[in-house]
């Protein structure tokens, strides 16, 4: 379904009580009694996690698999699956300018893509109440997967020709991927860059903003947005070249003090974050998820254009009863005011 997005974005600016936007998909595969290899390679049980969310509780968007393997599996990495885990990328394919150089660029659709481009336009059939946004890497993680993430870091400094060379092709695949997500029908995508969040800000500056500005550029328009998503520890200093991009909105991690990143970003440009995914969705209990949702928001709230959600990506094996406790504590929150 079309939706005006700006609008969106606008209407959620000006709303004094805001939905939460949570990077949610995976735990639903406790609703549903399958595990993680039954989700990702089906598109119909994709879908269908997606619309049991919105049943589920009261999200701002409903928002596919973030899961950060699908997209270097294209290019060739090899992936680690596990029952109850978001796969992984194992090793690297890419150690010399040659390497970089050879690098095939695949088609948007290829591998698993294919089945996630499928779940966002069956999903966009069933959910009707709110936009749907697509998850996708961003062009520095993507190059890392590719590069193996430890790596990358010395080849920004030894060999920087080599990982422009392998940032362009990343770029241009994300583009295509986001092209594909648009055309089945996804509002925007929540594009995932969080291994620039451990670079410096100069070479975040060098290697992974001019590249999502150029992704953006390139896909985001009134009726389908970017929302850049970082969570790593070193995003307040490299906020000037994260709003480089262009991007929509912007979600942080919970590395960071959230309040003190609001002073540093516009007050008419939406920022969501920051529970932890892994301390409270995961591991923590309805009492302290609880606690540290008021905490966040009391502290945040504040600010017109803070939205409240989680980190990252809460883990699929992360407890209902805590997920729960979270929309129980905002609604709380904003009863009081």
Not at 17 to 34: D, N, Y
Not at 178 to 203: C, D, H, Q, W, Y
Not at 206 to 229: E, G, L, T, W
Request: aromatic fraction near 8%.
């Amino acid at each position: 379904m079309q939706r005006n997005m700006k609008a969106w974005l606008s209407d959620m600016l000006e709303a004094k009580v805001k939905k939460a936007m949570p990077v949610l998909s995976f735990p639903a595969i406790q609703l549903m009694g399958i595990n993680v290899p039954e989700l990702i390679s089906s598109s119909d049980n994709q879908a269908k996690a997606m619309k049991l969310i919105t049943e589920r509780v009261d999200t701002a968007a409903s928002l596919s698999l973030m899961d950060l393997s699908v997209e270097a599996a294209c290019f060739g990495s090899a992936i680690h699956k596990s029952e109850f885990e978001v796969p992984t990328v194992t090793g690297s394919i890419v150690s010399t300018k040659e390497d970089a150089e050879s690098l095939a660029l695949p088609s948007a659709g290829s591998g698993r893509t294919g089945i996630y481009i499928e779940a966002v336009k069956k999903a966009v059939a069933q959910v009707t109440d709110r936009p749907v946004l697509a998850g996708t890497i961003g062009p520095f993680s993507l190059a890392g997967r590719l590069m193996n993430v430890t790596d990358i870091m010395v080849y920004c400094y030894d060999d920087p020709d080599m990982v422009h060379i392998v940032m362009e092709k990343a770029a241009a695949f994300c583009i295509d991927y986001a092209l594909a997500f648009k055309a089945a029908g996804a509002n925007g995508v929540v594009m995932a860059e969080p291994l620039t969040g451990i670079l410096s800000p100069r070479l975040a500056k060098n290697f992974s903003a001019p590249y999502v500005k150029k992704i953006v550029d390139a896909v985001q328009d009134d009726n389908f947005i970017v929302i850049y998503h970082n969570c790593g520890n070193n995003t307040i200093q490299m906020i000037e070249s994260i709003l480089s991009t262009g991007a929509a909105a912007y979600h942080f991690g919970n590395s960071i003090d959230l309040a003190e990143m609001l002073t540093k970003i516009p007050q008419d440009t939406i920022v969501m974050g920051n529970i932890s995914p892994s301390n409270e969705f995961n591991d923590g209990t309805p009492a302290s998820i609880q606690k540290a949702t008021l905490a966040l928001l009391e502290k945040c709230g504040e600010y017109p254009n803070f939205v409240i959600s989680s980190g990252c990506d809460i883990p699929p094996m992360a407890k209902w009863e805590n997920i729960d406790a979270f929309f129980a504590a905002i609604k709380t929150y904003y009863d009081r005011i």
